[in-house]
């Protein structure tokens, strides 16, 4: 008994160096004319691919700046969060993230979790810039701002692309009934759809506690003659769909949108074929030829292993770039200013900005617009189509 | 022709359901516990042969025979550990411990290989038999039902042909008799977790093999699917489970692919309360009387 007595104080003492050790490191840093930006999103877990490429596409953004000697003498400095696609967790976080001086915050990579962020950010009064939060919710107070699409967004310009590139007319729609994204893309589609002429011939749904069996459902897209099944899920319950669509003998196209993204991860280094062929909406394709990508695309393989970046790296490089741009725009040169947040947040609906995800301007919503593009993924890489 | 479909995916999850129901039945028709850590020995089974075969490329034989043998002992250890020195305390308490286990598992999973959901190997090749233009067939739904029922024949011949299948018996029909005529009850209950224990190690590979992914808490939803498709045959009874885990995949499968998707799980629950109702020992089980 002495003995464990004796562990566990020795186990407390050097816990309370250790904290004190971080603590004093957290201190150190808010002194600087350095801008603490957070990023939370999922590191571990299920959705984990979304996280890391965000965190990814944002740290070499980070580092191109600061190498360039940072924007009007402010450094930029990235500390993200793990929240595992937890609300709570996302919460969390974001306190930790503001023990740690953050100034301005990327709220959160999955709209589940960004949404309660923006409880806090608005709070806080900070700017809050969401990569890739698409649920509407995201934005929806004035100091947040978003770089990716909507997910009404994404149902109407999916259809549109279908109608207007592709020649399938016959679509069957498997969605998750118990994610809001899914829904809220897969409403939005259906809608579009009958305008433009689309006949949904099933509309078949799953739920998170039915994700694994998708016999029943694939076997009413071949009964119906569905000529193309829209897949506004995200990348997991697709691998399952795909790896039982092939078993099944079921050869039509897939098309997504950018839950889609990550699928290759997903289906690991065994299966990259199943995803031959599948199509997803994407506003960032790596192998696009402008100079700019192709910079992105070099870095990012350099840095991290020959990974090639999805457009979730490409939103959390865009939205780094854009913090600056608000930050040149709006002529801050200390980010320690009272008016610091009043000023970045108005200088968010100026500016426009030329990033990976195409050419970008925001309005009071907090919603960008740019062009939709669609790759088809081909023995293991996008290929723009 | 889409109804044949239809009917054969519901046999093979059926099988599925039914290999791990059997794991269930038998504890509880011998030790007269529920052994909810069940399910999570499907997800070990099948994490052995990722491990096995994605990871120490053994070959597919030597990977399955692993799986297999890895899950028999974690079975009997499992009880030996966990479950023995309880064998007199109230039911309750080797419950909880049976919850406790389940977690255990799940948590050990989740730190040795993260939870990420791993691509499982592929041992075999399927490819899509096609009878006609509209009839597929998938090669996995009919290897699932072949190697299932081809167990359930050698399973039904154990128990009821050999001395250890019939000792069994005794001990599942009354312990202390079956004690006096010298039938060695621990032995017994160790036999017991071992047979249940490699059959979801079986289920384990099917479930691997026919979705490809597997992760930490793979488990956990079959092996509550297969809990109430042995209550639904009458809990403690083998060819209740065999035919309440068939009529539980055939009765999920046919209800999403004609009502409707999401209410599949709610109408599988329905025709259990509405069985249990009628029949509360299950479809085939038998009512005993208990003496006051």
């Known amino acids: ?385 | 022709m889409s109804f044949i479909s239809n009917l054969i995916n519901g046999l093979s999850l059926g099988s599925m359901y039914a290999l791990i129901a059997l794991g269930y039945t038998m504890v509880y028709g011998i030790a007269k516990m529920l052994n909810f850590a069940h399910g999570d020995v499907i997800m070990v089974g099948a994490f052995t042969m990722f491990t096995a075969a994605a990871t120490l490329k053994f070959s597919p034989a030597i990977s399955i025979i692993a799986g297999i043998i890895v899950c028999t002992l974690l079975g009997v250890i499992i009880e030996k550990i966990a479950y023995k020195p309880l064998r007199k305390a109230s039911p309750l308490t080797v419950l909880i411990t049976a919850i406790g286990v389940s977690y255990f598992l799940q948590s050990l999973a989740l730190l040795i290989f993260g939870s990420n959901q791993k691509s499982f190997p592929m041992l075999f090749n399927f490819e899509p038999i096609r009878v006609n233009e509209d009839l597929i067939l998938k090669s996995d739904s009919l290897m699932t039902m072949g190697v299932t029922i081809l167990i359930m024949v050698a399973l039904t011949l154990f128990i009821n042909k050999t001395k250890t299948g019939r000792a069994m018996l005794a001990v599942s029909e009354d312990k202390g008799a079956a004690e006096l005529m010298g039938v060695n009850v621990n032995k017994t209950i160790s036999i017991t977790f071992a047979i249940g224990s490699s059959l979801a190690a079986v289920a384990g590979l099917f479930f691997g093999l026919t979705y490809g992914f597997i992760g930490p808490y793979t488990g956990a939803m079959p092996g509550i699917k297969a809990f109430v498709a042995a209550v639904l045959g009458g809990i403690g009874n083998i060819p209740g489970a065999m035919l309440g885990g068939i009529l539980l995949g055939v009765i999920e499968n046919l209800s999403k692919a004609y009502i409707s998707t999401e209410l599949s799980d709610a109408i599988v629950f329905a025709v259990l309360i509405i069985v249990l109702l009628v029949k509360p020992t299950g479809l085939m089980g038998k009512k005993i009387n208990e003496k006051v």
């Open chain 1, 1 to 385: 008994m002495k003995k464990i007595t004796g562990i566990l104080s020795l186990v407390m003492v050097l816990t309370i160096i250790a904290t004190g050790f971080s603590a004093c490191g957290g201190n150190g840093d808010a002194d600087k004319n350095t801008l603490v930006i957070g990023g939370i999103g999922p590191l571990t877990g299920d959705y984990s691919t979304y996280g890391v490429s965000v965190k990814q596409g944002a740290q070499i953004a980070v580092d191109e700046i600061n190498a360039a000697g940072g924007v009007n003498a402010i450094k930029f400095e990235l500390k993200f969060e793990d929240d595992e696609t937890d609300a709570t967790k996302a919460v969390n976080a974001y306190n930790t993230l503001m023990d740690d001086g953050m100034k301005v915050s990327l709220g959160a990579v999955t709209s589940g979790a960004c949404i309660a962020v923006t409880e806090e950010a608005k709070k806080d009064g900070i700017l809050l810039l969401t990569p890739s939060g698409s649920q509407k919710e995201c934005t929806q107070y004035d100091n947040c701002f978003r770089i990716c699409f909507t997910d009404p967004q994404q149902g109407t310009v999916s259809a549109d692309y279908i109608a207007d590139n592709l020649t399938a007319k016959k679509i069957a729609i498997i969605y998750d009934k118990s994610n809001d994204y899914s829904v809220g893309i897969t409403d939005k589609f259906v809608a579009e759809a009958a305008v433009k002429g689309l006949e949904i011939v099933a509309k078949q749904a799953f739920t998170s506690g039915t994700s694994t069996d998708f016999s029943a459902q694939l076997q009413q897209v071949k009964d119906t003659g569905a000529e193309l099944v829209f897949l506004p899920i995200y990348a997991k319950e697709a691998a399952f769909i795909l790896k039982q669509a092939k078993t099944a003998g079921i050869a039509v196209p897939f098309f997504g949108c950018d839950g889609l993204d990550g699928i290759l991860e997903k289906l690991g280094t065994d299966n990259q074929a199943l995803a031959n062929g599948v199509m997803l909406l994407t506003p960032f394709a790596a192998d696009a030829d402008d100079t700019k990508t192709k910079n992105f695309v070099k870095v990012y393989g350099e840095k991290y292993n020959g990974q090639v970046p999805d457009q979730f790296a490409a939103d959390g490089y865009d939205a780094i770039y854009t913090i600056k741009a608000a930050i040149e725009k709006a002529g801050i040169n200390d980010i320690n200013a009272a008016d610091f947040n009043t000023k970045i947040i108005d200088a968010m609906t100026q500016v426009t900005v030329e990033g990976l995800t195409g050419t970008m301007v925001w309005d009071e919503s907090g919603d960008a617009s740019k062009d939709a593009k669609a790759v088809k993924i081909t023995d293991g890489t996008y290929v723009a189509i």
